[in-house]
């Protein structure tokens, strides 16, 4: 059975910086692409950032780009998300997800697995 799990997010200034993490179990990780999506109060997911199998490519959001880094370790089937210069609309529950395809973690469709997520909140 295949599992992600999600750590990081906690209570920050904006400005601040946090650090997330997901780590997957139960099958090969270094096949997948990831991606992270969030989910903000009385809103639909969203895209955040996604990467290929190997670390090549990097897709990210227009409202992250610049701030947010997107980034895996394949030896320790984990994929990170270090976000700096947070902002208070960056609030949310942040999703990893593993998919087949690039497009599939960059456009949340047909995603194979997620994880629980992780509540990240920025105060003004």
């Known amino acids: 059975q295949v599992q992600l799990v999600e750590s990081g997010g906690g209570l920050v200034q904006a400005g601040g910086s946090l650090s997330l993490s997901c780590v997957v179990s139960?099958?090969?990780?270094?096949?997948?692409?990831m991606g992270w999506f969030r989910q903000a109060p009385g809103k639909e997911r969203e895209f955040v950032a996604a990467?290929?199998?190997?670390?090549?490519?990097?897709y990210y959001a227009d409202s992250v780009k610049g701030r947010f880094t997107i980034f895996r370790d394949n030896a320790k089937n984990t994929v990170y998300l270090q976000m700096n210069s947070l902002k208070p609309e960056d609030t949310a529950v942040y999703y990893c997800?593993?998919?087949?395809?690039?497009?599939?973690?960059?456009?949340?469709?047909?995603?194979?697995?997620w994880g629980k997520g992780t509540l990240v909140t920025v105060s003004s």
């Open positions: 990467i290929n199998y190997n670390g090549g490519r990097k």
């Open positions: 997800a593993a998919g087949e395809t690039i497009e599939v973690v960059t456009t949340g469709s047909r995603v194979d697995y």
């Open positions: 139960g099958r090969t990780f270094s096949t997948y692409p």
